[in-house]
């Protein structure tokens, strides 16, 4: 009984002291929080475009670095280009993956919205690839439609 009255009263007083020992808001209001902005130079259009597609042209690169690539491309706000979904697309072959390459047109469309114009373009300036490829559509196989 009497360790328990210690106990209650040592932990009470343990609470009391943390509450006395809170910072006043005056010091808090001091503190100053700073955000750490790029310093890094800005890339071009033409360089972004360039970084990407050498990315998707290295010769040693594996499934899962391909995926890991789309995914940080399709997760900017922006439509890939052409060329840049060609580097994608040769990188699917090299590595006989047809159904990430079927992913890859998917996410396109997906990413050009509501824009409809967008995604016809891409697939026409692909149509020489994707038939040197023997790369289907995802609406030539009717998975627009599931």
């Known amino acids: 009984m009497l360790g ?7 932990i009470s ?10 910072p ?5 209001a001091s503190v100053l929080a700073a955000r750490c902005y790029s310093h890094g130079k800005e890339e071009s259009d033409e360089e972004f475009d360039a970084r990407w597609v050498t990315y998707f042209n290295k010769p040693d690169i594996d499934a899962w ?12 706000d922006l439509v890939p280009e052409p060329k840049i979904i060609d580097a994608a697309l040769r990188a699917c072959r090299r590595l006989d993956d047809i159904a990430s390459a079927i992913r890859i047109l998917e996410a396109v469309k997906d990413k050009a919205g509501p824009h409809k114009e967008i995604y016809p373009y891409v697939i026409q300036e692909l149509r020489p690839t994707l038939d040197e490829l023997g790369i289907s559509t995802p609406e030539e196989l009717g998975l627009d439609k599931a």
């Open 65 to 76: 670095e391909l995926r890991k690539g789309m995914n940080t491309l399709i997760g900017y």
């Open 4 to 10: 328990a009255a210690l106990l209650r009263c040592g």
């Open 13 to 22: 007083v343990g609470i009391r002291s943390l509450l006395r020992s809170r």
């Open 24 to 28: 006043q808001p005056a010091a808090a």
